[in-house]
């Protein structure tokens, strides 16, 4: 959510930018305007200081996935779209038309999409790549240090998955969950945290007992989960070691993520010329 919110965000900017173009810092030969700052500033009630600095980051980003030559083709962005619409339970058309009534063009979204997925395989290819996997040692230690966060993980769900090849069908199926739905396969799974995948560990934790998941696009199917019940909480680190290492990496992303960009900042050529 957050995600789309500075997608969004940056695409309102870049709208009213055109409007208003007093350069306000060059970062890279990328023009960040004193429109921008405001509007960044504005939207999400932050210090002005914050709001330049993320609009430092977002070119300094940008200028690095230009000299790393990453590439994204039109299909991966209409695939993504879908994606996004489907997890808001919207039609890509709902969507467009959504987005139209709050002043943004569609084309712009585009291409803010695209670079929010290239952004994502940089970070794929060139920061995470550079994270060694934890050994059990490393991990035990984490757990020990935070180990409040883990008093009460689940340590078995069930599950029911619904997959089909159609977003729609599904939609159908979460809206009549007793009902049997041509083209939809339902599996009942019961699962063991430590046997999970750490994404989709993450999904059900964040998903209330009784509900659905967002319906995910696999790029060969949909699916969602309707989490049925998500067991009891257990300590321990062998019972709740997938958990550990979801939280490990998570917050091993983060720190790569910024030293990666500090680096990049230190090295980059910036220059104010009016604040």
Same mark, same amino acid.
């Given at each position: 959510?957050k995600?789309?919110?500075?997608?969004v965000?940056?695409s309102?900017?870049a709208?009213?930018?055109?409007?208003?173009?007093?350069?306000?810092?060059?970062?890279?030969?990328?023009?960040?305007?004193?429109?921008?700052?405001?509007?960044?500033?504005?939207?999400l009630?932050?210090?002005?200081?914050a709001a330049?600095?993320?609009?430092?980051? *977002? #070119?300094?980003?940008?200028?690095?996935? @230009?000299e790393?030559?990453i &590439?994204i083709? /039109?299909?991966?962005?209409? %695939?993504? !779209?879908?994606?996004?619409a489907?997890?808001?339970?919207?039609?890509?058309?709902?969507?467009k038309?959504?987005l139209?009534?709050?002043?943004?063009?569609?084309?712009g979204?585009?291409?803010?999409i695209?670079?929010?997925?290239?952004?994502e395989?940089?970070?794929?290819?060139?920061?995470?790549?550079?994270? *060694? #996997?934890?050994s059990?040692?490393?991990? @035990?230690?984490?757990y020990? &240090?935070?180990? /409040?966060?883990?008093?009460? %993980?689940? !340590?078995?769900?069930?599950?029911?998955?619904?997959t089909s090849?159609?977003?729609?069908?599904?939609?159908?199926?979460?809206?009549?969950?007793?009902?049997n739905?041509?083209g939809?396969?339902?599996?009942?799974?019961?699962?063991?945290?430590?046997?999970?995948?750490?994404?989709?560990?993450?999904?059900?934790e964040?998903?209330?007992?009784?509900s659905f998941t @967002?319906?995910?696009?696999?790029g060969?199917e949909?699916?969602?989960?309707?989490?049925?019940s998500?067991?009891?909480?257990?300590?321990?680190?062998?019972a709740?070691k997938?958990?550990?290492?979801?939280?490990w990496?998570?917050?091993?992303?983060?720190?790569?993520?910024?030293?990666?960009l500090?680096?990049l900042?230190?090295n980059?050529?910036?220059?104010?010329?009016?604040?």
């Open positions: 959510m995600k789309l919110l500075l997608t965000l940056f309102i900017v709208l009213e930018a055109q409007v208003i173009d007093a350069i306000a810092i060059d970062v890279e030969g990328q023009a960040i305007t004193t429109l921008e700052i405001q509007v960044v500033q504005k939207n009630n932050i210090s002005k200081e330049i600095e993320m609009l430092i980051r *977002d #070119r300094l980003e940008k200028a690095a996935i @230009k790393a030559g &590439t083709s /039109d299909q991966e962005v209409q %695939a993504k !779209i879908a994606n996004i489907a997890s808001k339970n919207m039609t890509v058309a709902q969507m038309s959504l139209q009534k709050r002043g943004l063009t569609w084309e979204y585009l291409k803010q695209k670079v929010e997925l290239q952004k395989r940089f970070f794929q290819e060139h920061i995470l790549s550079t994270i *060694d #996997r934890p059990d040692e490393e991990l @035990k230690t984490y020990n &240090t935070h180990i /409040d966060e883990f008093s009460s %993980a689940p !340590i078995q769900m069930s599950l029911v998955a619904y090849n159609s977003s729609e069908r599904l939609k159908e199926a979460i809206s009549n969950p007793m009902k739905i041509d939809v396969i339902k599996k009942s799974i019961l699962a063991s945290s430590d046997q999970m995948s750490p994404a989709l560990l993450n999904l059900i964040q998903t209330p007992s009784n @967002k319906i995910i696009n696999t060969k949909f699916i969602t989960y309707f989490v049925k998500k067991g009891s909480g257990q300590s321990g680190f062998e709740l997938n958990a550990v290492f979801a939280k990496i998570q917050s091993k992303r983060l720190q790569a993520s910024k030293d990666f500090n680096k900042k230190a980059a050529k910036i220059r104010v010329i009016r604040l």
